[in-house]
């Protein structure tokens, strides 16, 4: 089970020729994720994963665009990893480029930086708030066993990308969630002085 939001939420029962299982309630706590949309701060500074963010313009004209930066730090393996920044209805987000990768010290620890671009488009003028990206992987679970027992041969194949295809067998993962903060914007209206469709 992975919990898509903080709450209490009802796993309803399983039926199956007859029989039926009694329902689950879950209380799940909110995460510590984090992503700033004013440059680049950690959620922590013994965070092992975490998002920061960098907008390049917090009050772009309507329609007009605004490029946002997104940033995947961590210092472990990450397996399956996706990164999600949906739409709404009152800005459209388009992804650009190619992920790049690099990585930065950060109090004395080292940390792989995963970098993804996305334009923005505010569809009206005023503020707007932008749900917070999505981080969803597997990590490897340090209290869990390895399939191998060997923790040389688990090193040997480890990968910090996650594309070793023998990863998922040789490391016991648990799921990671990280949402970000709101992505904040104060788009202008068009301006009053422009004639014309086109400005």
């Known amino acids: 089970l992975s919990p898509k939001h903080a709450g209490r939420i009802q796993i309803p029962s399983l039926n199956w020729d007859g029989e039926r299982s009694a329902a689950l309630l879950l209380t799940v706590a909110s995460n510590a994720g984090s992503a700033s949309n004013a440059g680049s701060q950690a959620a922590a500074p013994s965070s092992h994963v975490f998002l920061t963010s960098t907008l390049e313009q917090k009050r772009p004209y309507v329609q007009a665009t605004t490029t946002l930066t997104l940033r995947i730090h961590t210092d472990q393996p990450l397996y399956q990893a996706s990164l999600d920044l949906p739409s709404s209805n009152d800005v459209l987000v388009q992804q650009i480029g190619k992920d790049r990768q690099g990585s930065e010290m950060r109090d004395?620890?080292?940390?792989?930086?995963?970098?993804?671009?996305?334009?923005?488009?505010?569809?009206?003028?005023?503020?707007?708030?932008?749900?917070?990206?999505?981080?969803?992987?597997?990590?490897?679970?340090?209290?869990?066993?390895?399939?191998?027992?060997?923790?040389?041969?688990?090193?040997?194949?480890?990968?910090?990308?996650?594309?070793?295809?023998?990863?998922?067998?040789?490391?016991?993962?648990?799921?990671?969630?990280?949402?970000?903060?709101?992505?904040?914007?104060?788009?202008?209206?068009?301006?009053?002085?422009?004639?014309?469709?086109?400005?």
């Open 108 to 199: 004395g620890r080292s940390y792989q930086v995963i970098e993804r671009d996305y334009l923005l488009f505010p569809q009206r003028s005023g503020s707007i708030s932008l749900p917070g990206p999505v981080l969803e992987a597997q990590v490897a679970d340090p209290r869990a066993a390895t399939a191998t027992g060997d923790p040389f041969f688990d090193r040997a194949f480890g990968n910090i990308f996650g594309h070793n295809p023998f990863a998922g067998m040789m490391n016991m993962t648990r799921p990671l969630r990280l949402q970000g903060d709101a992505i904040a914007l104060d788009a202008r209206p068009r301006p009053s002085a422009v004639a014309g469709q086109d400005w």
